[in-house]
C-alpha cells in the first residue's frame, strides 16, 4: 500500500464538494479537528490559515484558546507548552518563521510533542522573496518531525486530518508538519471533498495523553538536563518512534481512505508498471508532471511519475523497489542545499537506490544496475515550473536511456551532477 | 466547451482581477467544473499593473503552473492595452474582452490584432457600466457578465444565482452593494459587443 489515489478516487457520500483556497482548506481542517489551542504568528503565505482560524474563535465556531504570540519563536513555544500539559495544540508558519522556531522545533521532538502544524513552503531570505520553495521545510529535515507533502488543497486537507492521529499515536508521539506549496496551493482556488465535522471529529477522536505536566498524581518533567548518562538513550528511542510512525502512517492512510475513499500512502506510483524513465518530485509540480507524464504517454514514451508524500520518515526501501527496474530517475529538488553534491530529495533518493543494489534486491525485471539518476533544481523562490521544462527533463533522460549514460552526448564528459531548469545563466 | 479553459485577467491593482477569478471559479465549481482561481502575487499596489488567473475543465486540472496560451484574455483597464503582453500567447479561436467604449474593430487595432483574424475582440463599458451601477469605477463584475457571454462558459441564470448568493457572503455588511454588482453583470452581458 504504497500508492496515493489523487482526488478522482471514488468519494465516500459523507462529503461536500467545495472550491477552496489551500490556506482556506487547511483552516477548515484545522476547525473541524478544534484543537485546545493555537498558537500563531502570522507570516506571507500561512496569513490566511491564522486570519480564518481567528476568526473561528471569534465566533465560537470552536473551543480552542487561540494564543497571540510576538514572534513564531514564540508560537512554537506557546504550542510545546500546551500539548506538555496535555492540551491538543496546532501552530502554522512559512519560510522565516520556521527559521526563528529552530531551536524550539528540536524540543518539540526531542520531547515527544504531537504537535501538527501546516507549512506553507516559501523560499529563505535573503535575497527576500515570499513565493513558492522547499528550503524552508528542507532545512527542518534533520529536527525530527514527520513530513507529509501535499500536491494540492485536497491533499493539505487531507493530510491535515491525518497528521493528528499519526503524532498522537502512542508508538510515535512526534510531531508531524504537513507541507503545502506556497501561493501555487495556498492562494489559488481550487477543487476538493470535505468532510461533516463530526465525521472528523469523530476520526481525530480525543487526545489522551499518558503522562501531562499538569497531572498531580503522575508528576512528570519535560525537557530536564540529560548528559551523558541518558541522552543518548533517549534519541535512539525517538529514532526508534520515527521508524514506528511508517506503520502508523500506512495505518492512518488506512482507516482515512475507509472515511473518504481516497487512498494515501508514501507516495503514489503513476503510469510506472512499464517506464523506462520516472521523475520524483514533491508538491505541486507533481501535478504538472502528472499531466506531461499523461502526454508523453500520448506519444508512446514509457514514462512515468513518482511523487513523495512522506519524506520523513524517508520511505527509502519502499522507494527503491519501485524504482529499481527503471533505467533513469530524475530527481526534482525546489531546494539548493548547498553541499555540491546534489538537492536533498536526490541525495537520499540514490542512496537508497544504491543500498538496493548493495543488498542485490534489484527488482526482479532489472539484472542490471539501478537506475541512471540525475539532480534537476527548479522553481527556487517561485520560479515557474512549467509543462516544457518537465518534458525536457524527459527528454535528456531518453538521451540517457538511449547512451546508457548520463554524460553530456555532445563533450562526452560526465555531466554536471546538479542540473537547473528555468535559471538563465 | 473544450475541455480545458484557461483565462488571464489584466487589471490594475484595486479593480477586483483577483476577486473575478476567484468568483469565478467558485461559480464554475458550483456549475459541476473543475476550477482553478489564482492571482499572480507580486508588489502589488493600487494602480498597479496585476495578473489573476483560470483554469476551468469539465476533466480533473493537475497543471500548477502559469498560463502562458490563454484562451481568453480579460482586460479590466484599457490603459492596459499598451502593453504588448496583453494579447501574447492568445490562442486561436481565443477572445480578449477589453473594457473600453471603443468598437471593437477600433480595439483590434490598438491591440495590433488585425493579422489574427481568428482571435476574436469584444468591448464592454465596464467602467461606465459599474459606476451607474455601484457608483463606483470597480469592473470586475461588469467584466465577468462580459466573459460570460462571449465565451457561453456557464449557463447565465445558474451563473447568477450562485452570484447572488457569493456576493452576498462577500458584502454581508453592504447588501446594496450585492443588487448594484449583479445589475452590473447583467447589464454587461448585454451590452458586450463582439467584432
Given at each position: 500500500m504504497?500508492?496515493?489515489?489523487?482526488?478522482?478516487?471514488?468519494?465516500n457520500?459523507?462529503?461536500?464538494?467545495?472550491?477552496?483556497t489551500?490556506?482556506?482548506?487547511v483552516?477548515?481542517?484545522?476547525?473541524?479537528?478544534?484543537p485546545?489551542?493555537?498558537?500563531?504568528?502570522?507570516?506571507?503565505p500561512?496569513t490566511?490559515?491564522?486570519?480564518?482560524?481567528?476568526?473561528?474563535?471569534?465566533?465560537?465556531?470552536?473551543?480552542?484558546?487561540?494564543?497571540?504570540?510576538?514572534?513564531?519563536?514564540?508560537?512554537?513555544s506557546?504550542?510545546?507548552?500546551?500539548?506538555?500539559?496535555?492540551?491538543?495544540?496546532?501552530?502554522?508558519?512559512?519560510?522565516?518563521?520556521?527559521?526563528?522556531?529552530?531551536?524550539?522545533?528540536?524540543?518539540?521532538?526531542?520531547?515527544?510533542?504531537?504537535?501538527v502544524?501546516?507549512v506553507?513552503?516559501?523560499?529563505?531570505?535573503?535575497?527576500?522573496?515570499?513565493?513558492c520553495d522547499?528550503?524552508?521545510a528542507?532545512?527542518?529535515?534533520?529536527?525530527?518531525?514527520?513530513q507529509?507533502w501535499?500536491?494540492?488543497a485536497?491533499?493539505?486537507?487531507?493530510?491535515?486530518i491525518?497528521?493528528v492521529?499519526?503524532?498522537?499515536h502512542p508508538?510515535?508521539?512526534?510531531?508531524?508538519?504537513?507541507?503545502?506549496?506556497?501561493?501555487?496551493?495556498?492562494?489559488?482556488?481550487?477543487?476538493?471533498?470535505?468532510?461533516?465535522?463530526?465525521?472528523?471529529?469523530?476520526?481525530?477522536?480525543?487526545?489522551?495523553?499518558?503522562?501531562?505536566?499538569?497531572?498531580?498524581?503522575?508528576?512528570?518533567?519535560?525537557?530536564?538536563?540529560?548528559?551523558?548518562?541518558?541522552?543518548?538513550e533517549?534519541?535512539?528511542?525517538?529514532?526508534e518512534?520515527?521508524?514506528?510512525?511508517?506503520?502508523?502512517?500506512?495505518?492512518?492512510?488506512?482507516?482515512?481512505?475507509?472515511?473518504?475513499?481516497?487512498r494515501?500512502?508514501f507516495f503514489?506510483?503513476?503510469?510506472?508498471?512499464?517506464?523506462?524513465?520516472?521523475v520524483?518530485?514533491?508538491?505541486?509540480?507533481?501535478?504538472?508532471?502528472?499531466?506531461?507524464?499523461?502526454?508523453?504517454?500520448?506519444r508512446?514514451?514509457k514514462?512515468?511519475?513518482?511523487k513523495?508524500?512522506?519524506?520523513?520518515?524517508?520511505?527509502?526501501?519502499?522507494?527503491?523497489?519501485?524504482?529499481?527496474?527503471?533505467?533513469?530517475v530524475?530527481?526534482?529538488?525546489?531546494?539548493?542545499?548547498f553541499?555540491?553534491?546534489?538537492?536533498?530529495?536526490?541525495?537520499e533518493?540514490?542512496?537508497?537506490?544504491?543500498?538496493?543494489?548493495?543488498?542485490?534486491?534489484?527488482?526482479?525485471?532489472?539484472?542490471?544496475?539501478?537506475?541512471l539518476?540525475?539532480?534537476f533544481?527548479?522553481?527556487?523562490?517561485?520560479?515557474?515550473?512549467?509543462?516544457g521544462?518537465?518534458?525536457?527533463v524527459?527528454?535528456?533522460?531518453?538521451?540517457?536511456?538511449?547512451?546508457?549514460?548520463?554524460?553530456?552526448?555532445?563533450?562526452?564528459?560526465?555531466?554536471?551532477?546538479?542540473?537547473y531548469?528555468?535559471?538563465?545563466? | 466547451?473544450?475541455?480545458?479553459?484557461?483565462?488571464?485577467?489584466?487589471?490594475?491593482?484595486?479593480?477586483?482581477?483577483?476577486?473575478?477569478?476567484?468568483?469565478?471559479a467558485?461559480?464554475?465549481?458550483?456549475?459541476?467544473?473543475?476550477v482553478q482561481?489564482?492571482?499572480?502575487y507580486?508588489?502589488?499596489?493600487?494602480?498597479?499593473?496585476?495578473?489573476a488567473?483560470n483554469?476551468?475543465?469539465?476533466?480533473?486540472?493537475?497543471?500548477?503552473?502559469h498560463i502562458?496560451?490563454?484562451?481568453?484574455?480579460?482586460?479590466?483597464?484599457?490603459?492596459?492595452?499598451?502593453?504588448p503582453?496583453?494579447a501574447a500567447?492568445?490562442?486561436?479561436?481565443?477572445?480578449?474582452?477589453?473594457?473600453?467604449?471603443?468598437?471593437?474593430?477600433?480595439?483590434?487595432?490598438?491591440?495590433?490584432?488585425?493579422?489574427?483574424?481568428?482571435?476574436?475582440?469584444?468591448?464592454?463599458?465596464a467602467?461606465?457600466?459599474?459606476?451607474?451601477?455601484?457608483?463606483?469605477?470597480?469592473?470586475?463584475?461588469?467584466?465577468?457578465?462580459?466573459?460570460?457571454?462571449?465565451t457561453?462558459l456557464?449557463?447565465?441564470?445558474?451563473?447568477m444565482?450562485?452570484?447572488?448568493?457569493?456576493?452576498?457572503?462577500?458584502?454581508?455588511?453592504?447588501?446594496?452593494?450585492?443588487?448594484?454588482?449583479?445589475?452590473?453583470?447583467?447589464?454587461?452581458?448585454g451590452?458586450?459587443?463582439?467584432?
Open positions: 504504497t500508492t496515493t489515489a489523487v482526488t478522482t478516487g471514488t468519494v457520500p459523507n462529503q461536500r464538494r467545495v472550491a477552496l489551500g490556506n482556506e482548506a483552516a477548515l481542517a484545522m476547525r473541524q479537528i478544534n485546545d489551542v493555537v498558537a500563531a504568528y502570522p507570516i506571507t500561512q490566511d490559515i491564522v486570519q480564518y482560524f481567528s476568526s473561528f474563535v471569534a465566533d465560537g465556531r470552536v473551543d480552542t484558546e487561540f494564543v497571540t504570540v510576538e514572534s513564531e519563536h514564540s508560537a512554537m506557546a504550542t510545546v507548552g500546551a500539548v506538555a500539559a496535555g492540551a491538543r495544540a496546532m501552530t502554522a508558519t512559512s519560510a522565516n518563521g520556521l527559521a526563528l522556531m529552530w531551536e524550539v522545533l528540536y524540543i518539540a521532538a526531542g520531547s515527544r510533542l504531537p504537535i502544524m501546516p506553507v513552503n516559501r523560499a529563505l531570505s535573503a535575497p527576500l522573496n515570499i513565493h522547499h528550503s524552508d528542507m532545512g527542518a529535515r534533520d529536527s525530527g518531525w514527520v507529509l501535499s500536491e494540492n485536497q491533499e493539505a486537507y487531507d493530510n491535515v491525518q497528521a492521529r499519526v503524532a498522537e508508538k510515535v508521539l512526534l510531531p508531524v508538519m504537513v507541507c503545502l506549496d506556497g501561493f501555487i496551493i495556498s492562494h489559488a482556488l481550487l477543487n476538493l471533498h470535505v468532510l461533516e465535522d463530526a465525521a472528523v471529529r469523530a476520526f481525530v477522536g480525543r487526545y489522551r495523553p499518558d503522562h501531562t505536566l499538569l497531572d498531580p498524581e503522575r508528576p512528570v518533567t519535560v525537557g530536564p538536563l540529560d548528559l551523558y548518562d541518558f541522552y543518548f533517549h534519541k535512539r528511542q525517538q529514532a518512534a520515527m521508524s514506528e510512525a511508517r506503520a502508523v502512517i500506512l495505518q492512518v492512510a488506512e482507516d482515512y481512505t475507509r472515511l473518504s475513499g481516497r494515501y500512502g503514489e506510483a503513476h503510469r510506472l508498471e512499464d517506464a523506462d524513465s520516472a520524483v518530485v514533491l508538491g505541486s509540480a507533481a501535478g504538472t508532471a502528472r499531466f506531461v507524464v499523461d502526454e508523453l504517454r500520448r508512446g514514451r514514462v512515468g511519475l513518482l513523495l508524500r512522506v519524506f520523513r520518515p524517508f520511505p527509502g526501501r519502499e522507494l527503491a523497489e519501485t524504482l529499481a527496474r527503471l533505467q533513469t530524475a530527481v526534482l529538488d525546489r531546494a539548493e542545499g553541499s555540491t553534491a546534489g538537492g536533498p530529495l536526490f541525495t533518493v540514490r542512496s537508497a537506490l544504491y543500498a538496493l543494489a548493495e543488498d542485490g534486491g534489484r527488482g526482479p525485471a532489472s539484472p542490471g544496475a539501478p537506475p539518476t540525475m539532480n533544481i527548479y522553481g527556487l523562490g517561485g520560479r515557474d515550473l512549467d509543462p521544462d518537465i518534458e525536457s524527459f527528454d535528456r533522460l531518453a538521451t540517457a536511456v538511449e547512451t546508457g549514460s548520463t554524460r553530456t552526448p555532445d563533450t562526452g564528459r560526465v555531466g554536471p551532477l546538479i542540473e531548469l528555468g535559471v538563465r545563466e | 466547451m473544450a475541455t480545458l479553459t484557461e483565462i488571464r485577467w489584466h487589471g490594475r491593482g484595486g479593480q477586483g482581477a483577483k476577486t473575478a477569478a476567484l468568483l469565478l467558485e461559480a464554475a465549481s458550483e456549475a459541476g467544473l473543475h482561481g489564482f492571482p499572480e507580486g508588489p502589488e499596489r493600487m494602480g498597479a499593473p496585476v495578473f488567473y483554469r476551468l475543465s469539465d476533466e480533473p486540472i493537475f497543471l500548477h503552473c502562458s496560451r490563454p484562451s481568453v484574455v480579460a482586460v479590466l483597464d484599457p490603459t492596459l492595452i499598451k502593453d503582453g496583453v500567447g492568445l490562442a486561436d479561436g481565443g477572445v480578449v474582452v477589453v473594457n473600453s467604449t471603443a468598437e471593437p474593430e477600433t480595439m483590434r487595432g490598438r491591440l495590433r490584432l488585425d493579422g489574427q483574424p481568428e482571435v476574436r475582440v469584444a468591448t464592454v463599458d467602467s461606465g457600466i459599474s459606476m451607474d451601477c455601484i457608483g463606483q469605477a470597480i469592473p470586475n463584475t461588469a467584466m465577468m457578465g462580459a466573459v460570460i457571454r462571449v457561453g456557464l449557463e447565465f441564470d445558474r451563473f444565482e450562485v452570484a447572488r448568493r457569493l456576493l452576498g457572503e462577500k458584502f454581508r455588511a453592504r447588501p446594496a452593494l450585492v443588487d448594484g454588482n449583479l445589475k452590473a453583470i447583467r447589464r454587461a452581458y451590452e458586450v459587443a463582439v467584432g
